[in-house]
């Protein structure tokens, strides 16, 4: 049967996963493909919009990753920093993270497709900058890099997305705002033949060969949260878009597609307990607080709740968000002395800390339990010092004695001024997804692939459980994005 579809492929969603998907369509021969665009057009782009632009990548030699920022060969200290990343380290970050749960055959793709996929992106003008005041410190003249999460897109989060639809429009897609996809529209045979959308104009059937959903987690949907991820994550900021509710996930169970990976689990960091309830088109990323592996945080009841050191901020803060938010109020603080203060990233400039020459003051000047906040603190002290700071690596710094210790970095909190920043846990995106195949086409309940519909980005579930290696859900996106694009082109009735 043939279908006379009004276009060859729609893509719902306009963030990094989407507008790949629709490159890589119209790429592959796709000629008529349409991005439909929930939010207006100065609200688009999604999480994408709000993100740090970092991506982690795998590659074999130094030269590889130059080829991404030939300029940066100039940038002094930064050559001399960096380490391989090979195939099978970021495998072992991504087995590491997620206790083994990730999905062999997703984690696999991701994994072996970055370098290809980013090579993709910069042969296609993105561009991409040292990720400098990610993660990175300079220790003596040169730059330590995490290891595999070293370049971003120029101008983060912000110029990716700019960038995307930029590359999208030249290549003819077609790009719809307030446009929003709400239900699937499925043929007889069971092959998804287009989508139903609301606009301001009302109710509107579009029909194509292919539907490809990129459009989010429901980590901005207060009810899903508190139904999938329990309390207190209703009450949980959103450090992104308003607009991932959810709805492709509802929209795609409700043709029987599989749900598959973590749904009771999220990525969500510490962040200024002030930051506004959803994400600040402006600020962006910059209410992140992830210096924490330098100082120590504490409770209201004036306790420490987590090792702060136990790795380096990219593996730990995306658990850690929700660690905070689960203490009492769901806040914390984070507690620095003037021997650290250089190493805060520059993020922390967007808050003013609470600052006292004496701990005692200091502690006299937040809302927490004071006597216990010294305590915890003369304690920490007393456990702390032992050997050699090094902010560049996993140090063995750590704390003797202490039933619950830091592993790394565990200097003395005894220099004047110290600092104190107030904490929330944010939430970034839920884990909870569909369950794709190799080509991205979205798996039914039966087990087989549902004829006509791909996903990609944060709708896909299997690849991160618990916790998750920074920058992976840019790469993810984007290589997940590549390969529905390009399957759902060759799609043929
Ligand atoms: C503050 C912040 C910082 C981050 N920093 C990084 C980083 O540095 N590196 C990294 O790897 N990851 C980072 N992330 C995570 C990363 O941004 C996401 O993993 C990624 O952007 C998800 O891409 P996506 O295309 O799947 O979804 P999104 O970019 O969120 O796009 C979803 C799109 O779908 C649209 N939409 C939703 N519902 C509908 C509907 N019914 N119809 C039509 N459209 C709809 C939305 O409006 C949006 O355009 C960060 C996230 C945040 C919030």
């Not at 960038?163 to 929003?180: D, P």
């Not at 618990?466 to 994005?481: D, I, Q």
């Amino acid at each position: 049967m043939t279908i006379v579809a009004a276009f060859e492929v729609i893509v719902v969603g306009a963030g990094n996963a989407a507008l790949a998907a629709a490159v890589a369509a119209r790429q592959a021969g796709a000629q008529r493909v349409v991005v439909l665009e929930k939010a207006p057009e100065e609200l688009r782009g999604g999480n994408t919009h709000y993100s740090g632009g970092l991506f982690r990548i795998a590659f074999d030699r130094v030269e590889e990753l130059l080829r991404l920022v030939p300029a940066a060969r100039e940038l002094p200290g930064f050559v001399e920093g960096i380490e391989p990343y090979p195939r099978d380290a970021f495998m072992s970050d991504l087995q590491r993270m997620t206790a083994g749960r990730t999905d062999p055959e997703l984690s696999a793709l991701l994994v072996n497709e970055s370098y290809a996929t980013a090579s993709w992106m910069a042969a296609n003008g993105l561009r991409f900058e040292p990720a400098i005041s990610l993660g990175a410190v300079k220790v003596g003249g040169v730059i330590k890099w995490p290891k595999g999460a070293i370049v971003r897109a120029v101008h983060e989060g912000v110029g990716l997305s700019r960038m995307w639809f930029a590359l999208a429009q030249r290549l003819g897609v077609e790009i719809r705002y307030r446009t929003a996809a709400v239900r699937l529209l499925e043929e007889r045979s069971g092959r998804i033949r287009g989508v139903t959308v609301r606009t301001p104009e009302g109710f509107e059937d579009l029909e194509a060969r292919a539907v490809i959903l990129g459009c989010g987690g429901f980590e901005a949907n207060a009810a899903w949260r508190a139904q999938y991820l329990g309390r207190p994550w209703d009450h949980a900021k959103v450090r992104g878009t308003p607009h991932n509710q959810g709805d492709g996930l509802r929209m795609a169970l409700a043709v029987g597609a599989m749900p598959w990976g973590q749904w009771s689990g999220c990525h969500a960091t510490p962040i200024n307990a002030a930051a506004p309830p959803f994400g600040d088109r402006k600020l962006t990323d910059k209410t992140n607080r992830l210096s924490y592996l330098y100082g120590v945080m504490l409770n209201r009841q004036g306790l420490r709740f987590v090792d702060e050191g136990e790795d380096q901020a990219l593996f730990t803060y995306a658990k850690f968000g929700g660690a905070i938010l689960n203490q009492p109020g769901g806040v914390a603080w984070q507690i620095f002395d003037a021997k650290t203060v250089d190493l805060l990233e520059p993020r922390y400039n967007t808050s003013a800390p609470v600052i006292a020459d004496h701990l005692a003051d200091l502690v006299r000047a937040i809302a927490i339990d004071e006597p216990t906040a010294l305590q915890t603190l003369h304690e920490f002290n007393a456990a702390a010092g032992h050997g050699h700071f090094n902010p560049g690596e996993r140090d063995g710094m750590a704390t003797r004695g202490l039933a619950l210790p830091k592993s790394n970095w565990a200097q003395k909190i005894d220099t004047p001024p110290f600092r104190a920043y107030p904490v929330t846990g944010g939430i970034t995106f839920s884990f909870g997804g569909l369950k794709v195949n190799e080509r991205a086409q979205v798996i039914g309940t039966n087990w087989e692939p549902l004829p006509g519909l791909y996903a990609c980005g944060e709708m896909v579930g299997g690849l991160f459980h618990h916790n998750y290696p920074g920058g992976s859900g840019l790469m993810s996106g984007a290589v997940f994005g590549r390969i529905a694009g390009t399957s759902a082109a060759h799609d043929r009735v």
